[in-house]
């Protein structure tokens, strides 16, 4: 199975301040898709941004981006402009697509924005 | 917009009881996935299934079962519930191909085994 790897279990950011959380995984694959989901206290899964492999350009969303290393297996979120409702769990997600799109997860990085 | 629908929300079992949390999608999703999320950690595969009448094991299956008789329903039936089964359980869909969409979630269902 991939594995998945968030290795800052909690970081902080000041409102309106960069922060950068990372993710790496671990596959033979050449065809998959990394994606980030924010999980506030509520508890639901929020889909933030997805960045497809096959794709060498960053993906976007607003004030999330991504930067992805595919030969280093690297898949950062940067979080731009930070706001107080950016304050949650963020969650790095692999998907395959050779085992029935199996999802695979890190084990989440806790996001504190300060005021 | 329904989109996955788990119930029920909140469940305090004994130990040894059974039950079945129900997850329902009406997005028209081949793909259907059970995680359990435990304090603290990520989310783990319990099952998962790729359409009507298939099912297979994910990372931890161990004292769940599933079934798929219809491309809404996937539920998930607890036997002999034990307290390493307390956890939040996510029930997702996804659309089928290989096309990289994203998954869905229901809002979780937390359960408690005392």
């Known amino acids: 199975a991939q594995t998945v790897t968030q290795s800052q279990p909690e970081m902080s950011v000041q409102e309106a301040e960069t922060v950068t959380l990372s993710c790496t995984y671990d596959?033979?694959?050449?065809?998959?898709?990394l994606f980030w989901y924010k999980q506030p206290p509520s508890r639901q899964m929020i889909l933030v941004i997805r960045?497809?492999?096959?794709?060498?350009q960053n993906a976007t969303e607003n004030r999330f981006s991504v930067n992805f290393q595919k030969a280093a297996k690297s898949f950062s979120l940067k979080i731009s402009d930070s706001q107080l409702g950016d304050a949650a769990m963020y969650f790095c997600?692999?998907?395959?697509?050779?085992?029935?799109?199996?999802?695979?997860f890190g084990t989440g990085t806790s996001l504190t924005v300060i005021p | 917009n329904a989109g996955v629908t788990q119930t029920p929300k909140f469940r305090i079992l004994k130990i040894g009881q059974s039950m079945t949390l129900q997850c329902t999608q009406d997005?028209?999703?081949?793909?259907m996935y059970w995680y359990r999320q435990d304090p603290g950690m990520g989310l783990k595969l319990i099952y998962y299934?790729?359409?009507?009448?298939?099912?297979d094991k994910g990372e931890v299956p161990n004292g769940y079962n599933v079934s798929r008789s219809t491309t809404e329903d996937f539920p998930l039936r607890l036997e002999l519930a034990a307290p390493s089964q307390t956890s939040v359980y996510f029930c997702?869909?996804?659309?089928?191909?290989?096309?990289?969409?994203?998954?869905?979630f229901g809002e979780g269902s937390w359960l408690t085994v005392v």
């Open positions: 596959t033979s694959e050449s065809d998959y898709y």
């Open positions: 299934s790729v359409g009507a009448g298939i099912t």
């Open positions: 997702a869909s996804n659309p089928s191909g290989g096309s990289g969409n994203t998954i869905y």
């Open positions: 997005m028209n999703h081949n793909y």
């Open positions: 960045q497809e492999a096959y794709k060498q």
């Open positions: 997600a692999y998907m395959s697509s050779n085992t029935g799109n199996q999802f695979y």
